[in-house]
């Protein structure tokens, strides 16, 4: 079932809460990645017999680092983008749906305050959540737009903030890890109901010093309370990403894994079955340019078992599914 008034989504947070559970919120943008979170919540909830597993599912929509309702369909057209994801969602995990047993909310990532005023200021009816990014501002100015936002859609949809500061006053760029002074002052000031601070993982750094700051993200904890979403794991050891919610994280963004472990495992079959792929005509050429071996060499024919969309999504399907299902095991226990 989809959640989405509210009240009941603030509801599943302190469900989560109260159990110590971290909730990931994990980011798509086609049906292949949709389903996989879906099915890997869904196989979670039937296998330990936990009804209404939750999981919130992403989108960011205008985001230079990534736009996704603008990547969901070759159109280029985020609405359309937005709109299939929704129907994806509402067709996979709706009343009378195959994945009905999941608690799914849908999140609005990253959503620009200027170049997304179109959806800022349209229909949010259906997400349960938005975060609304002014953080390429100086600090006072992300806190008047957010608090503005705030007052304006809060009661709506809950509301995620970025209290991180890209740019500051002067117009210097830097990359501090977020204060408890700032954060608290952010919460306070905006009135959003959870903060992406910057801890030090890939959601901000500029590349080489990835470290996920575990006492950083305790000293915002005794200030606001477990109310910090976190971006990116890739960078947080295991050790970490156990103890996340003592850290006070309720939310976890998660995306790039999916997509780059799983492209990994389709080269792999293809290559392995390269022929069935390919034909074998291909094959030799690519043999004879060097980039395969001979061992590539089998002579099959070209099938439809391997040909076809069916075989890559399929491939890439199961291998998110099992990274999906590995955040679960770690977090919902
Ligand atoms: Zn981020």
Redesign the pocket.
């Known amino acids: 079932m989809i959640v989405s008034i509210p009240s009941e989504v603030r509801n599943e947070y302190a469900k989560a809460a109260s159990k110590g559970w971290v909730l990931p919120c994990i980011c798509t943008e086609n049906l292949t990645t949709t389903e996989a979170i879906l099915a890997a919540a869904s196989e979670y909830g039937a296998e330990r017999s936990v009804s209404d597993v939750p999981v919130i599912i992403a989108i960011t929509n205008n985001y230079n680092h990534r736009s996704q309702s603008v990547n969901y369909t070759h159109t280029r057209d985020w609405a359309c983008g937005l709109r299939l994801f929704r129907n994806d969602i509402l067709a996979l995990a709706g009343p009378g749906a195959p994945y009905e047993n999941v608690k799914v909310m849908l999140h609005l990532d990253?959503v620009q305050y200027d170049i997304d005023k179109e959806l800022l200021e349209g229909d949010l009816s259906g997400y349960a959540s938005i975060m609304y990014d002014a953080s390429a501002l100086p600090l006072d100015e992300n806190i008047r737009l957010t608090a503005e936002f705030v007052r304006a859609r809060g009661d709506q949809i809950v509301i995620e903030g970025a209290c991180d500061e890209i740019v500051d006053a002067t117009g210097s760029v830097h990359n501090d890890l977020t204060t408890a002074e700032v954060a608290e002052r952010y919460l306070r000031e905006t009135g959003v109901e959870m903060i992406?601070a910057n801890l030090g993982t890939e959601?901000r750094a500029t590349g080489k010093e990835l470290k996920y700051h575990g006492e950083r993200a305790r000293e915002i904890k005794d200030r606001v309370g477990t109310k910090i979403v976190l971006?990116?794991t890739s960078s947080v050891t295991n050790d970490q990403v156990r103890s996340l919610f003592a850290d006070g994280i309720c939310k976890v963004?998660i995306w790039t894994a999916l997509e780059r472990d799983s492209s990994a495992a389709l080269f792999g079959d293809m290559v392995r079955n390269a022929s069935k792929v390919a034909g074998p005509s291909a094959i030799d050429k690519l043999i004879e340019e060097g980039y395969l071996t001979d061992k590539c060499r089998t002579d099959e024919k070209i099938s439809i078992s391997h040909f076809t969309y069916l075989y890559r999504q399929g491939i890439i399907y199961e291998e998110m599914k099992k990274i999906v299902r590995s955040y679960f095991d770690l977090w919902y226990l």
């Open positions: 990253h992406v959601h971006h990116g963004n």
